[in-house]
T-cell receptor
Framework: EAGVAQSPRYKIIEKRQSVAFWCNPI?????LYWYQQILGQGPKLLIQ????????DSQLPKDRFSAERLKGVDSTLKIQPAKLEDSAVYLC???????????FGPGTRLTVT | EDKVVQSPLSLVVHEGDTVTLNCSYE??????LLWYKQEKKAPTFLFML????IEKKSGRLSSILDKKELFSILNITATQTGDSAIYLC???????????FGTGTRLKVLA
């Protein structure tokens, strides 16, 4: 069974630029999550989708971050404009249904200079 | 505020040693406690614990949850260098199923 796929694996941008991350969850998984993991900290949930609907985006900085999962499969997370403090690893995870264990992708390491 | 606290923050042991990692939680509407191993970037799932006092085992790893005292431990016996990683603990909230992660315990196993 293929795991969660993410791209790109690494991205370096300057502050005020925009960036987008892509995630393809495990086939058949209805729930998709985006996390931000700053160095030395645990992952922090940014947004949770159930199929193509948003379940929880309470910790998403909506002035600069946006995410979508239009067809209930792939998802994109965008940052515009980026700030220095957005430097982190962005992890995508999926689960079969809400409440099931989450499986994580390899992450995208973002560096904002 | 929901929080998960792990201890120790880091640990260095020799191959063959047994280690115990601790996780305490304060999570409203607690549903379950999860353990993950993070080696490079992607956390990999180890255990999900929902019932108090029932040990879960997988090879040399085992974990137990105490819902009265609000903590969990992860034991690793006969450690190997391949066990070197960050071990993350997360509390899941009932209803939203949101995970609250701790900062992790960094384990280094020396040959």
């Amino acid at each position: 069974e293929a795991g969660v796929a993410q791209s790109p694996r690494y991205k370096i941008i300057e502050k005020r630029q925009s960036v987008a991350f892509w995630c393809n969850p495990i086939s058949g998984h209805a729930t998709l999550y985006w996390y931000q993991q700053i160095l030395g900290q645990g992952p922090k949930l940014l947004i949770q989708f159930q199929n193509n609907g948003v379940v929880d985006d309470s910790q998403l900085p909506k002035d600069r971050f946006s995410a979508e999962r239009l067809k209930g499969v792939d998802s994109t997370l965008k940052i515009q404009p980026a700030k220095l403090e957005d430097s982190a690893v962005y992890l995508c995870a999926s689960s079969l249904e809400r409440g099931d264990e989450q499986y994580f992708g390899p992450g995208t390491r973002l560096t904002v200079t | 505020e929901d929080k998960v606290v792990q201890s120790p923050l880091s640990l260095v042991v020799h191959e063959g040693d047994t280690v115990t990692l601790n996780c305490s939680y304060e999570v409203t509407n607690f549903r379950s406690l999860l353990w993950y191993k993070q080696e490079k970037k992607a956390p990999t799932f180890l255990f999900m614990l929902t019932s108090s006092g029932i040990e879960k085992k997988s090879g040399r790893l085992s974990s137990i949850l105490d819902k009265k005292e609000l903590f969990s431990i992860l034991n690793i016996t006969a450690t190997q260098t391949g066990d070197s990683a960050i071990y993350l603990c997360a509390g899941a909230i009932s209803g939203t199923y949101k995970y609250i992660f701790g900062t992790g315990t960094r384990l280094k196993v020396l040959a």
